[in-house]
C-alpha cells in the first residue's frame, strides 16, 4: 500500500521529527511496512484488556473491568475506561502490546495468539504480596469497541 505524503507529514509532525530525522525513519523498510499495516488494519482497531478475576488488588481492578488502548496498543483511551489504572497493571498490559502489535504487523489476527491471559507482577497474599489480578487482552473493530 502507497503511503500518502500527507500520511508521512501527519507522522512527522506527531513524532515531532526533524526533516533529517524523518528521511533516516522513511529509509527503513520496516517502518514503511509497519506505516502500510497501520494505514490497513490497526488504525480501524481497539486494543481491549479486561480483567478477568482479581483478589486484593490494592487498585481497585475488579473483574469485568476493560481497558482500552488505540490500534496500535500505545495510547491508552482514558475516556473509555475506569478512572484508576494501578501502574503494575499497567506494566503488565504493555508487555503484552508488544506481542500484539508484533502480530498486527506481521499480518497474523493477534486474537489467534496462544497465551491471551496474563497477571499483574504482584503476587498475590500466599505467596507474600497484596493482590492478584488476571487479564486477557483481544483487537476488535473499533466500531464494536
Not at 496500535?72 to 494501578?86: A, D, I, M, Q
Not at 491471551?116 to 504482584?122: A, L, M, N
Amino acid at each position: 500500500m502507497k503511503i500518502t505524503e500527507d500520511a508521512w507529514n501527519q507522522l512527522q509532525q506527531h513524532l515531532n521529527y526533524s526533516d533529517e530525522e524523518m528521511k533516516i525513519f522513511r529509509a527503513d523498510p520496516r517502518n514503511i511496512a509497519a506505516m502500510s499495516k497501520y494505514n490497513e488494519t490497526m488504525r480501524n482497531k481497539t486494543v481491549v484488556v479486561e480483567v478477568i478475576e482479581s483478589r486484593g488488588c490494592d487498585g481497585g481492578h475488579k473483574a469485568g473491568d476493560k481497558y482500552y488502548f488505540d490500534g496500535r496498543g500505545v495510547g491508552l483511551l482514558t475516556k473509555l475506561c475506569p478512572n484508576r489504572v494501578c501502574i503494575f497493571a499497567l506494566s503488565a498490559m504493555a508487555a503484552n502490546m508488544i506481542a500484539v502489535a508484533e502480530l498486527m504487523y506481521a499480518g497474523v489476527d493477534p486474537n489467534k495468539m496462544m497465551f491471551r491471559r496474563f497477571g499483574c507482577p504482584d503476587v498475590g497474599v500466599r505467596c507474600g504480596g497484596w493482590g492478584h489480578t488476571v487479564m486477557e487482552v483481544r483487537v476488535e473493530d473499533r466500531k464494536k469497541a
